[in-house]
């Protein structure tokens, strides 16, 4: 059954891996063995059943949307991230982690951002367990979104400009990943998405697993005992996607992963290595990893978290694409006919089965809102005149 | 392989090492500038026992600010790992050469066809930093079997049962990275690359040089009371950023040739 436990190598099929220098071998292995001796353990998880209730708000709701689905023709459901504390899914992994490097005896988080959505989780995990923590950000996404910028810096935490590269989220991931190899022994790697070295992908998965099994509960409530026609799900590294994907993967739902069309990964790259992992990745023919370019900061990456490019090898799911201005129609659709704002990461998802609606006419699709659109508004402003 | 005789890195090594000398492999980034490989002449004329030349690759995450910069620049120039292999075979150095690029650079091309193609350039080595112990084997496998050594990295944070496995699958020499941290010149040696050099020496007889922090004549000497030698990038790397050309890397080389002769 695929979205289980990787090989003792950390692998999904070929991809995944644990691709890291020497320094930081034995950081992986330690974190792998907190990590299953936590989630075996009942007491870690009902310390972080009780923060996720109780701090980050879960259960998180499913909507159901009736005037999206009457303008639509599809019969839309709404896994309610957006409403979570901080607004998006990256708490649920945040909180998980931040207990697991206070179990490690870490006294410090160093965390890589795009549009500062796992940022703020990260510093406002490391505010409530006191913990130091330092955000890694790419100089362009510093500047379009400065308000999650400010938020990070008033929840105590250290706000880094990657200036190197592309400056956006891969050269954050790369510059968390120097700092980790400097401050391996204090520092614990709190890594935001189902992406880099094992056991990262499966750990980070495993946290998010709440969405998915959330939303089979309620969406069978909704749907009188069925599951979705579909459930889908932006994909950047790809963690809001593995988290819903994993509360369907064994039913007949089809699972579809949306990408941007400048960052498509899955769908126009090829298999490499990167930031710890081997996956499909946007390179050149020499393997120089590529720029993405995406209106969504926190989808602007070249690379994919190792499963997806496992369930697409595999089929058990598909992965399209969208553009820019498709994304934008999207965003406002939502808020018109909903009065929900979403981030501009999920309305990729809603942009793809709002333009593909004719094929989906009358089935009935659940979509993962994974984050809300507050920190887009100043950028939408802008865009929109 | 543990029985497969050295290659031609070592064998030069070992023999220098045990005629009495102290190791120094100067790195410098392939493609930086036009006259790069005037460069690597520069420093094997003055006194380098092998040379390590970087493919730069786009994401160079073991490396600090100078060699990331120095990535850049090349890659702007249209540096490939072609052009750099290229340039290598005609470059006649007259020591050692090894290349060290990221793995995807490798992997990309194909362990085998970037195994022939270090060979045929005349490349005797490899060093992959972000390729552990657990991930080498298919890559070491293809190197071995056209002779190219592959080196492998041993840091400070490794226990110690690793450190013999790490030993017996290095080609050409054990790379001690010196310190927690990546590339770049630090104002004293810290003190782990004393330690690493120190536990290598005790599990291995190939050559140990010590790597990454190592930045000026004084550190080289003080790193080589317990190591075989040496690699030197980023304070060589910053004066060639800096536009001191061919004439100044082999003055700075030279005296750090010196002082360990010296000492």
Known sequence: ?385 | MTGAPPGRLEVALRARRDAGRKLLIPYLTGGLSPDWTDVVRAVADAGADAIEIGVPFSDPVMDGPVIQAASEQALRRGTTPASVLDALRDVDAGVPLAVMTYYNICFRMGHERFASSLHEAGVCAAILPDLPLEEVGPWAEAADRVGVETVMLAAPTAPDERLPRICERARGFVYAVGLLGVTGERDALASSALVIAKRLKAVTDKPVLVGVGVSDAAQAVQACQEADGVVIGSALVRRLLDGEGPGGAHAFVASIREALDDA
């Open chain 1, 1 to 385: 059954m695929p979205l289980g436990e990787p090989d003792a190598s950390g692998r999904f099929g070929e991809f995944g891996g644990r691709f890291v220098p020497e320094t930081l071998v034995p950081a992986c292995e330690e974190l792998e063995r907190a990590f299953r001796s936590a989630w075996a353990d009942p007491s870690f998880h009902a310390e972080l059943d009780r923060l996720l209730r109780d701090y980050a708000g879960r259960p998180s709701p499913l909507t159901e949307c009736e005037r999206l689905s009457e303008e639509l023709g599809v019969r839309v459901l709404l896994k309610r991230e957006d409403l979570n504390h901080t607004g998006s899914h990256k708490i649920n992994n945040v909180l998980g982690q931040a207990l697991l490097a206070r179990r490690m005896g870490k006294t410090r988080l160093v965390a890589e951002t795009g549009a500062g959505q796992h940022g703020v989780a990260t510093a406002t995990a490391a505010a409530l367990l006191g913990m130091e923590c330092m955000v890694y950000m790419g100089e362009i996404d510093m500047e379009r979104q400065a308000l999650n910028v400010f938020r990070m810096r008033l929840l105590g935490a250290q706000v880094v400009p990657a200036s190197s590269g592309s400056r956006t989220l891969k050269d954050a991931v790369n510059e968390a990943m120097r700092d980790w190899v400097a401050t391996v022994e204090t520092t614990h790697y709190c890594l935001g998405s189902v992406m880099g070295p094992h056991p990262y992908p499966w750990m980070v998965r495993e946290f998010h697993r709440v969405i998915g099994e959330e939303a089979r509960r309620q969406a069978r409530e909704v749907l009188g005992g069925e599951d979705p026609d579909v459930v889908t799900a932006c994909v950047g590294g790809g963690s809001n996607a593995i988290g819903i994907f994993s509360g369907f993967v064994d039913t007949r739902a089809e699972l579809v992963g949306v990408e941007p069309a400048g960052g498509a990964a899955v769908g126009r790259g090829v298999p490499g290595v990167v930031h710890g992992m081997k996956s499909y990745l946007l390179q050149d023919e020499w393997g120089q990893v590529l720029e993405a370019h995406s209106i969504s900061a926190g989808l602007d990456y070249p690379g994919v978290g190792p499963e997806h490019s496992y369930l697409s090898a595999i089929g058990r799911a598909r992965y399209e694409q969208v553009t820019d201005a498709e994304v934008i129609d999207a965003f406002q659709l939502l808020s018109r006919t909903e009065g929900i704002i979403p981030a501009l990461e999920p309305a990729h998802a809603l942009a793809w089965v709002s333009r593909d609606r004719s094929q989906l006419a009358g089935g009935t699709v659940l979509i993962n809102l994974s984050g809300r659109g507050d920190k887009d508004v100043a950028q939408m402003m802008e865009i929109l005149g």
